[in-house]
């Protein structure tokens, strides 16, 4: 559903401050996933049994720290037509969901709950999706 | 048999001395973004660091005398004070990085904030200059450091499509989002990774603390040719594994726990652990010879008297300024800047530095009286020329591409 | 007749000072002195830092200049800091191992 | 008088005419250096540059690699020897010498030992 929103907002036009903002989203997109399939990575190997929870937590805690401030860098934006506000609206979600993910695995790991942080890997995979897709919008 | 042992030594020592916390990050962070499509450039600047370390090392076997001593000689005092601040400053900047990755290895170990890691791990660079013989130190923390050899057994366990990475490797240019700027932009950090003035400082002074002299003439150009494109393939495996692992999956490395993610797909806990030690033994031991090579730009800019084959007290200007350095190291770490964003820069500082000190080597390695016949050739000149222009483009670009780029963004 | 040839500003400015008696690095070439009223003008001395090196204590012009220093005060801030500072650390006398 | 300031003089000839700078100064050594006591090393000349420049790299006695040899000579203009027999007089940034320009002899002439 998401990819339909985007698709639509894509085709509606290409005007000038619309294209700066869909620079933006789609180069804060990629930023994003590559924080959340970083997370991934790392739950996936720890769910294979090939990494300790240590060098885990800490691969997990930098990739948040990172996230939460691409997050927050995109939400200053200003959008000032209509497109651009239903993008930013889009984006913003997009990222709200990957920030929550990947929150929830730090959480998981801090509990030393590998099943918890397991249980994120189809939220990670589906969110890590839309942002690639994000991400296509512009160079 | 002896003789072969030594030789076997100096070039296993070469390559684990080759890769510091500069070349960790940088190629892993360059195949992660441009795949192999920048791979060549790791081949230049190895060519230039085998090219211009085997000048230092003749001209310090021939006449006695270390690199920044022959830069004051031949710029003068003026030029050769702007190239002293220059190469210092980057030094530190590399020192500050190697202790910050010393540390941040420590972090990925044990899980403990490297920001408590920091000062010991600048507590016990300086104890091993105090009192650890050159020689034992060097040889120490450069075969440690082979432990990084995993990086290369790791790709092929990931088992690449060989040819597409041989095929990437023969295309060079941007890939997918990348734009030229952000492409040159990486190639002069990859140049500056491989070719960090401070190697050439360490290189020839550690020739006047192993007192060479003609006879190890052969010893030290082997250990040039053999151990530096050895440690060059170290340096390429990283940025393979990242090509293979992280440019598919859009993973843009930016920790040092990223740069050591392809060794734990391959090999699992086993590898991390080899992984850390290596990637220990390698910021260390840069460590130790940035923090030696901060004493020796100095001390021989001034004519001091440096070296650890004397005792401490009769260098004891050369000793304090490697305190100094360490001390100003953990200050500017506890400010929690991102040891990984001064790397990034310092291999691009680094890169700006390089001209002013390659062009002295180059005119002294000319000069029958400092170097007697073993003056350069017509190729050895032509090639040396080439990398001059080479160093002087990338030295002048660095800057206006930091810019564009937004050092990368 | 005619002897080596050297040129003051190549050979000598900004060269490496060696004290002749124990090999130790003692300062750098910061200038020279020329007695240009002499006949013939000749070398007078060298000048590193503070100190001047009359011409007679220079003992050997190569890739560095090797003089003998008895008497002359080459060593002052070294002395200073490893009196002041160095000193204070344990093991400021030993040889590395 | 110091090197320092004696390099970069200004060399004027018998007609009154600039003929460059001072780039060095050649020193000849007769005798072994410490048993010659203060005579040892005996002022032979001047080096002059056509156009001034202290630093010369060694590069008036023809070292180093060809193609940045003659970029550095190509900015040097004429490099001459100046023998110290026809210097004149030395005042506050000048050296007058009793020589026309085009009687010098240009370095790349003189022996180097």
Redesign the interface.
């Known amino acids: 559903m998401a990819v339909g929103v985007l698709a639509a907002v894509l085709l509606a036009g290409c005007g000038d401050p619309d294209q700066k903002l869909r620079d933006n989203a789609?180069?804060t997109a990629?930023?994003a996933?590559?924080d959340v399939?970083?997370t991934r990575?790392?739950v996936e190997?720890l769910q294979?049994?090939?990494?300790?929870i240590?060098?885990a937590?800490?691969?997990v805690d930098?990739a948040e720290k990172?996230l939460g401030t691409t997050a927050d860098s995109f939400s200053t934006q200003q959008p000032s037509t209509e497109q651009s506000a239903r993008l930013y609206e889009q984006v913003n979600s997009t990222l709200d969901d990957a920030v929550a993910a990947v929150t929830a695995v730090r959480i998981a790991l801090g509990n030393s709950d590998l099943a918890a942080a397991e249980r994120q890997l189809a939220a990670l995979q589906l969110s890590?999706e839309d942002l690639?897709q994000v991400?296509e919008l512009a160079? | 048999m002896k003789k072969l042992l030594g030789v076997t030594l100096g070039i296993l020592t070469a390559i684990g001395g080759f890769v510091d916390i500069g070349d960790l990050v940088t190629n892993a962070l360059v195949g992660a973004r441009f795949g192999m499509h920048l791979a060549w450039i790791v081949l230049v600047g190895v060519i230039g660091i085998c090219l211009y370390a085997e000048m230092s090392g003749r001209v310090v076997a021939m006449s006695g005398r270390p690199v920044f001593d022959l830069i004051r000689e031949r710029l003068g005092p003026r030029t050769g004070l702007l190239a002293l601040v220059a190469s210092f400053l980057v030094t530190l900047l590399t020192l500050i990085a190697e202790i910050g990755g010393v540390a941040l290895a420590f972090e990925l170990a044990s899980g403990v904030s490297y920001l408590l890691w920091m000062p010991l791990a600048a507590l016990a660079v300086w104890l091993v200059i105090w009192r650890v013989k050159f020689s034992r130190l060097e040889q120490a923390f450069g075969l440690l450091g082979l432990l990084l050899i995993v990086f290369a057994v790791a790709l092929f366990k990931l088992g690449p499509d060989w040819g597409q990475l041989l095929h990437q490797a023969t295309q060079l240019h941007p890939i997918g989002h990348e734009g030229w700027a952000t492409y040159a932009y990486y190639g002069i950090a990859l140049f500056g990774a491989a070719m960090t003035p401070y190697e050439v400082f360490f290189f020839s002074s550690g020739g006047v603390e192993e007192k060479w002299t003609r006879r190890d003439l052969g010893t030290e150009r082997t250990n040039v040719f053999i151990g530096f494109p050895l440690g060059g393939l170290l340096s390429l495996s990283i940025m393979g594994c990242a090509a293979v692992l992280f440019l598919p999956a859009g993973i843009q490395v930016g920790t040092l726990g990223q740069v050591a993610l392809p060794v734990v797909v391959a090999f699992g806990k086993i590898g991390l652990a080899v992984v850390l030690i290596g990637m220990f033994a390698a910021t260390f031991g840069a460590a130790l010879e940035t923090a030696l090579s901060c004493g020796y730009t100095i001390a021989q800019y001034r004519g001091w008297q440096w070296g650890k084959f004397v005792r401490p007290r009769e260098a004891s200007r050369f000793h304090v300024v490697i305190i100094v350095c360490l001390v100003l190291a953990v200050l500017t770490l506890l400010t929690a800047v991102d040891p990984v964003k001064v790397t990034e820069y310092s291999v691009v500082f680094a890169a700006m530095a390089l001209p002013l000190t390659y062009l002295p080597i180059l005119i002294v390695a000319n000069d029958p009286d400092y170097v007697g016949r073993e003056t350069n050739g017509p190729v050895r000149n032509a090639v040396g020329l080439f990398y001059l222009a080479l160093l002087t483009i990338a030295s002048v670009a660095a800057i206006p591409l930091m810019i564009i780029t937004k050092a990368g963004a | 007749m005619s002897g080596r040839v050297l040129h003051a500003q190549l050979h000598l400015l900004d060269r490496q000072l060696i004290d002749r008696a124990d090999g130790h690095l003692v300062g750098k070439v910061d200038d020279v002195e020329l007695d240009l009223d002499a006949d013939p003008p000749v070398v007078a001395a060298l000048i590193s830092g503070r100190v001047e090196i009359p011409a007679g204590r220079i003992a050997e012009v190569e890739s560095a200049v090797t003089i003998s220093t008895d008497g002359l005060d080459l060593d002052y801030y070294d002395n200073w800091i490893e009196h002041h500072i160095i000193d204070k650390i344990p093991g400021a006398g030993d040889a590395t191992e | 008088m110091r090197l320092n300031e004696l390099l970069g003089h200004r060399v004027i000839d018998a007609d009154g005419n600039e003929l460059g700078g001072v780039a060095d100064v050649r020193l000849v050594q007769d005798g072994p250096l410490l048993v010659s006591m203060q005579r040892a090393l005996r002022v032979d000349g001047l080096i002059v540059v056509e156009n001034r420049s202290t630093r010369l790299f060694g590069y008036e006695r023809h070292v180093g690699p060809e193609l940045l040899r003659r970029l550095v000579h190509a900015r040097l203009g004429g490099v001459w020897y100046l023998p110290w027999h026809e210097v004149d007089e030395i005042t506050a940034g000048t050296v007058t010498t009793t020589s026309r320009g085009n009687d010098l002899r240009p370095l790349e002439d003189m022996a180097r030992y």
């Open positions: 789609a180069q990629r930023t996933a590559s399939n970083t990575l790392v190997q294979a049994h090939r990494l300790w240590q060098p937590r800490r691969m930098d990172s890590g690639d991400g160079k």
